[in-house]
């Protein structure tokens, strides 16, 4: 007899179920993840390192030239503040030699630093003039024309002073004449009479041009100013020194005057000169082609309004 059946109580392993075996060749690739791997990072996690790297880059770029702009300004600002020096110490030089020769020549030539002092302003003013003039319009040969005769007047007048020339003649006249003057006073005395008669007829033929009242007025004021000169000229004896310096100044106030009253007779016309400074020819083809836009227009519309 058999014995009792025996059951087995065991529990049963599940079993797995079996898997599809694919072909490798033709089995689909995983879809890409962003964290395939625990420990590698993904594509975004790269691309943001590497934009962070290049931002850090740039910013370590823009200090270091922003260090070495901020150097380089503080080696400008060493270099003009240098500059500046340097050139405040060239216009000083070129004042001092300027102004401190034109005393020196005052006082070398004419014994006194009051000449180089008047000599220079008045020399300054000439030139100043003749400059505006230029400025004007008025040609480089008439103010070239007119320093000359400034020149010419400055060495006529320091002739005539150096020599003494129209003291001597006045002395001589008067004692040609016997006047009975004292001798230290007949040169001035006539060349006084001598000064206010022919200034003032020269006075009186000038102003004769105005009619009757014109002609009184410049026979008076020729007067006074011959009697003005004839004290200066026959009533002071000069040294060299002081006919030179006087020479100098009367030319150099010369100067301005001549140029002015020959530019005005010349025809001193600003307008002219400063009408060159006008794009005259494209206003003028603009103009034109602004006539010709509108000719063209009303042309145009005539032709739409007739269909």
């Not at 995983?30 to 420990?39: K, Q, Y």
């Not at 008047?118 to 040969?141: E, F, P, Q, T």
Request: net charge positive.
């Amino acid at each position: 007899m058999e014995g009792p059946i025996q059951i087995d109580r065991s529990p049963r392993r599940a079993r797995a179920p079996r898997q599809k075996c694919e072909d490798p060749l033709t089995a689909a690739p995983p879809p890409p993840s962003d964290d395939a791997t625990p420990g590698r990072p993904g594509l975004r996690a790269q691309v943001g390192r590497t934009r962070d790297a290049a931002r850090t880059l740039a910013e370590a770029h823009l200090t270091l030239l922003k260090a070495e702009l901020s150097d380089i300004a503080d080696q400008l600002k060493i270099l003009a503040a240098l500059a500046f020096v340097a050139f405040v110490a060239a216009v000083f030089m070129g004042l001092l030699v300027l102004i401190g020769g034109a005393l020196f020549l005052g006082e070398w030539l004419f014994g006194s630093i009051g000449w180089g002092v008047l000599d220079g302003l008045l020399l300054s003013i000439g030139l100043i003039v003749a400059i505006v003039l230029a400025i004007l319009g008025v040609k480089g040969r008439l103010l070239g024309t007119s320093f000359a005769w400034a020149v010419v007047v400055g060495l006529v007048v320091a002739v005539v002073l150096g020599t003494n020339v129209i003291r001597q003649a006045a002395g001589q006249a008067a004692t040609s004449l016997s006047l009975g003057l004292d001798p230290g006073w007949a040169p001035t005395v006539v060349a006084l009479v001598v000064g206010a008669i022919v200034v003032g007829l020269i006075g009186l033929a000038l102003g004769s041009r105005g009619g009757g009242g014109g002609a009184v007025a410049g026979l008076i004021l020729g007067a006074v100013i011959g009697l003005v000169l004839g004290w200066f000229c026959g009533g002071i004896a000069f040294s060299r020194h002081g006919a030179a310096a006087l020479g100098l100044t009367a030319g150099a106030s010369a100067w301005p005057i001549i140029s002015g009253l020959r530019a005005w007779r010349a025809g001193l016309d600003p307008a002219a000169r400063f009408q060159r400074l006008w794009p005259r020819q494209s206003y003028e083809a603009a103009l034109d082609t602004k006539e010709y836009l509108e000719q063209a227009w009303a042309k145009r519309r005539n032709a739409l309004g007739r269909r």
